[in-house]
Structure formats: structure tokens, C-alpha cells
């Protein structure tokens, strides 16, 4: 019995200790490579939304200084913003300084973080991003982490647009992994 189950022994301990069911996250795997074509569409249903407003950047092992404000505040809206269910969690604190602290810690892990960034032609500031990293130690995997578009910019299909082109960095350069 899979323990999101009502009937599975993790939740019926959880209730008879007074917890409830407040979320519940779903793993999904991509099997690579995908298919140039449905790339391809996907980014040009998105284009006419973004095109002229945003530029598309690419970075690996994560983005140069000059973004690093901009999607550090970005980056700290990920908790608020995602679906929680019914937890309520704080703003993230992420600045520059740890941001360039935990690159470190990946570069030294031996993993690869790939970062795609949409960022406002007006004010140079990164207005939406997606990672992906590249494990050492699964040299056929890559894991989604985040990605979110701040929400003064939603609906332009900026999301769609940095996933499309990560996944097209993934794919040209680390053509090995096999699954996201």
C-alpha cells in the first residue's frame, strides 16, 4: 500500500498522534532526451508572450554577479509561492553572499548547477529562473530544482521558457544524462 494512502501505516500513526494530511508532492521523472520537435513548439507558443520584454540567459555553475540580487529575491519567493497545502512558510533569506557560499559547496561536491534566467530588458533584474543539477555520483541523472517565475511577471510564459531552454543546455552539453 503506498503511504499517501489513507489506509498506509505511516498516516494511520500520524492520525492517532493528531496529525493531519497537509501536502502531498508528486516525483515525476523526464526521460531524455526530449524530443527537439516538442521543444521546439513549446518555446514558440511561449515566444510571442516574452520576446522583446525578457532575454533568455543560460549560465553554469551559477549566474554572474551582476544577476545574483535580482534572482536571490527571486529565488526567496520559491517557499511562499509554491502550493504548501495548508503550511504557511516565510520568505527564504537568501543574498549574494550564501548564494556564492553553497556554488562553492557544489563546485567542491563535484556537481553542476545549470541556471536559466529570464531577465527584464528594462531593468536588468532576473524576473524568473529554473536549475538543474548535475550529480556527480549519478552520472546519468539530473535533478530539477527550482524554478519560479516572480509574480509581477507571470503569465508571459517566462516558466515554459527557461525549462525549454535548460533542458536544450542539458542536452547539448551533458548528453550522457538520461533523466531529469
Known amino acids: 500500500m503506498p503511504p499517501d494512502s489513507d489506509g498506509h501505516g505511516y498516516r494511520r500513526f500520524a492520525a492517532r498522534h493528531g496529525f493531519h494530511l497537509s501536502n502531498t508532492e ?10 527537439d520537435d516538442l521543444l521546439d513548439r513549446h518555446a514558440e507558443h511561449a515566444r510571442p508572450l516574452w520576446e522583446g520584454t525578457y ?18 529575491a527571486v529565488m526567496n519567493q520559491l517557499a511562499v509561492d509554491a502550493p504548501t497545502g495548508d503550511i504557511e512558510f516565510e520568505e527564504e533569506s537568501l543574498t549574494p553572499a550564501r548564494y556564492e557560499e553553497h556554488l562553492e559547496v557544489f563546485r567542491q561536491q563535484g556537481r553542476v548547477r545549470l541556471t536559466t534566467v529570464a531577465v527584464h530588458r528594462s531593468t536588468g533584474d532576473v524576473v524568473a529562473y529554473t536549475d538543474l543539477m548535475l550529480p556527480s555520483g549519478a552520472p ?3 535533478w530539477q530544482w527550482g ?10 510564459r517566462l ?20 533523466r531529469v
Not at 524554478?147 to 503569465?155: A, W
Not at 527557461?162 to 543546455?169: A, D, I, P, T, Y
Open 26 to 35: 508528486i516525483m515525476r521523472h523526464l526521460e531524455l532526451p526530449v524530443a
Open 55 to 72: 532575454r533568455l540567459e543560460t549560465h553554469v555553475g551559477g549566474v554572474p554577479e551582476h544577476l545574483q540580487q535580482s534572482l536571490c
Open 140 to 142: 546519468g541523472l539530473a
Open 147 to 156: 524554478t519560479l517565475v516572480h509574480r509581477e511577471h507571470r503569465g508571459h
Open 159 to 178: 516558466g515554459m521558457a527557461v525549462k525549454v531552454e535548460n533542458l536544450r543546455s542539458l542536452q547539448a552539453d551533458h548528453p550522457e544524462r538520461r
